[in-house]
């Protein structure tokens, strides 16, 4: 059990540098690529395409990806120790490049670089550091700026919608869809999951409809997919 001193942690460089130093195994943060499959490739069919995973640590997800057809996975962790790690690992597989960046700074790339970005942990990490709420919207907003429009921002996280909704409203304009998975289903077959993975849960402004369709503390990882809106964005700036 994470302890609140070690929370606070997961949003600092040398946290993560050390952690990586003392453990080398491949580790995925709340769902493997085989649990989150059937969704990743209903919202980025388009293979060929270049994908964004943000805080990939040593995780094995983005060689899922690739081993599924994606052929231009980008990954950035804010660890230089990982990201060496994982260069030299995969240096035989061109289709995954990795990249030491703070998510919250990611000049590096252009606007409109990404068909989408997927976050598993990234923003639940910087909100348990200090300043959370205003690193968590830098984050947000560099996020918004490297997707084109339509693209989506994909996100695995524990926070449910009553919170993570007012972040995406602070930030920037998106049209918000929120899927569940069971936490218990990571490496198991779908065919176990009391949910439809591929089916949204009905979603309003402040997510109270999520409760009545799921239940009260419901087991399960949120995942949000965001669809970055231009003419959102358009229309809050004319008002």
């Known amino acids: 059990m994470a302890t609140e001193t070690t929370t606070q942690s997961y949003s600092e460089q040398w946290y993560w540098d050390e952690r990586y130093t ?3 195994e491949p580790f995925d943060w709340y769902q493997s690529y085989s649990s989150l499959a059937p969704l990743i490739n209903l919202y980025v069919p388009n293979r060929p395409r270049p994908v964004l995973v943000i805080g990939c640590g040593n995780s094995a997800f983005s ?18 120790v990982v990201i060496d790690a994982m260069v030299k690992k995969y240096s035989d597989r061109p289709q995954l490049k990795y990249l030491k960046m703070d998510v919250r700074d990611m000049k590096a790339f252009g606007d409109a670089s990404f068909d989408a970005v997927i976050d598993k942990g990234t923003l639940d990490s910087i909100l348990c550091g200090s300043n959370s709420r205003q690193h968590s919207t830098q984050m947000l907003e560099e996020v918004w700026r490297v997707l084109k429009d339509k693209g989506v921002y994909i996100l695995i996280t524990y926070g449910a919608p009553d919170y993570r ?18 936490k218990s289903l990571t490496g198991q077959p779908l065919e176990t999951s009391k949910w439809e993975l591929t089916k ?11 409760e009545s369709a799921i239940g009260k503390s419901p087991d399960v990882h949120y995942i949000y997919v965001c669809i970055k809106d231009e003419s959102l964005k358009k229309e809050a700036d004319a008002v």
Do not use: C, Q
């Open 200 to 210: 949204p849960i009905p979603l309003d402004a402040e997510g109270s409809s999520v």
């Open 165 to 182: 909704l007012r972040l995406f409203k602070d930030s920037r304009s998106w049209t918000t869809k929120l899927h569940v998975i069971d």
């Open 63 to 80: 060689e899922g990806m690739v081993d599924d057809g994606y052929e231009d996975v980008v990954n950035t962790d804010i660890s230089s």
């Open 22 to 24: 003392n453990e080398s």
